[in-house]
């Protein structure tokens, strides 16, 4: 199924009241006396496929729903997609093996955060589903914050349920140690990477996840674009890391991180 | 001409007096001046690499030790021998000491207390029964800003001596709410309740997973401890957020929570059952 692009300008003039149902997530804009209202709530099914632009005859956001207000501008509104804002933890649908001197290639999908801006000014950044809080590090003194993903890595393209409010990735796992590696929980630097457009769904750039050949390493190096499975894309959105300076900086920030032992 | 002898050798006396009274004062004008840049020079490198209550330390040794070379360089440009202070030194620390057990135990108290590093300018502690945002660890005492907004000074010898507890020292936090459900509500399955609702909170962290664990037989049900982690600074929202929600998801599935309950007997004097109370309050019991 091609994909249905819900990015872009969106005219609003004033007293123009417009709602966008995007998969769990309700937005309202409405525009009215110089001031624009963003009016937004998420909830029921994370993976729910609804997507649908429509009128509404009043200013008014539904009790629910989380308001912001602004002086209002020009009448047209951008709207556009973004990787989540921090670091992500994925789980594999069972147990995962990568057998010593292998490489394993596994898919997964992240929810995406819908930005509004105006001009060059980002009025707001809002998921489209919040994924819960997790704690990933070595102990509960130390660590990082991330997201915790529900939908699980799969080793097969065809059985993640695409979504336009969705980005999928390509991870290839790559274990060069002498020992098997096990793999529960995946941690993906996903403010890092790049956003692309493809014809059917919308990519990540690709990941590859090194397991040092001495057994105790790990490296996280960031592909330069989207995986050949993309197959013809646009680009979306850049990292919202901008010290992404080079690729021998992207892989050395993210040394240690990858992959849980 | 000896009048003029007299008056040309008082003269000289005065002005040699003068010279070295000038460069006394000279010695301490530098001498503090110099205290006062090395001091924040000191301050400015050490801060750097150590923590703001080391570094202040480091400043005060540094301004009060060059203060105190200034201060004995002019004293001994006017002629002093610091040998008999020295030795006048050990009879007064000795005098200090018995007059000020206090205020020394807090100094060294204080110094320990910048060595061990428990707490931090700004974390929130409890030492004893303060709790608090700690402003300010002197050498004297630690300063916190309670919850209630009221300033307590809490002596270093205190806080060396009780137990402290900070809050702020790790990022996350277990929150541990106490329920007790009836003795007749099934265990497992207010078990999955329980962990769902921590799932399915944003809020609450996936990993470290959330917990419902058995504590005890109580007196009107079964005591149960459910913990969620979450993010420290979301600590005192979320245990309101979190207990409420407990609560509503129990009642949801024909939990309620039970409430302290006596049951009464009335036997007369032969040991025979003559009557049965309706189960009551413990209040009304």
Redesign the interface.
Known sequence: MALNPWWGEVELPDRGYRSLRLGPMELLLSRASGVLQVAWRSRGDPLSEAQAWSVLDTWEAPPGFEVRRFAAGSGSIRLHPRLPDRFV?ARPEQHMVVPAGSTLVAYLSSPLWLALSEGDTLLADLPVS???????GPS??E?H?GY?LRTKLLTSLERLRVRSHRAISRITIENRSPMPLGIT?LRLPMADLALFAGATAVWTEELKLVRGDDGDTDQVDIGAGAPAEAGSVTALASPRDGSRQSPIVRVFNALFSGLER | MSEALQAVLEASVDAESLAVLGRALVLVVVGFGAAYVLRGVAYRTVARVLSEERAVLVRRVVFYGVSGLALASALTELGFDLTVLVGAAGILTVALGFASQTSASNIISGLFLIGEQPFSVGDWVQIGTSEGEVLAIDLLSVKLRTAQNLYVRVPNETVMKGEIVNYT????RRLDLLVTVPFDADLDAVRTWLMDLG?A????????RPMVRFTRYGESGVDLVVAY?V?RTEFLDLKDALSVAVKRELERHGVVLPFPHRRVVLVDESGVARGLLPETHEEGS
């Not at chain 1, 919040?130 to 990933?136: E, H, M, N, Q, V």
């Not at chain 2, 020292?169 to 996350?172: E, K, T, V």
């Open positions: 933890v919040r994924p819960s809080d997790t704690w990933f509960t003194m660590g914050l915790a929980r | 020292r790790f990022p996350i799932d909170h944003p809020r609450v962290l996936d990993e470290p982690w993010v």
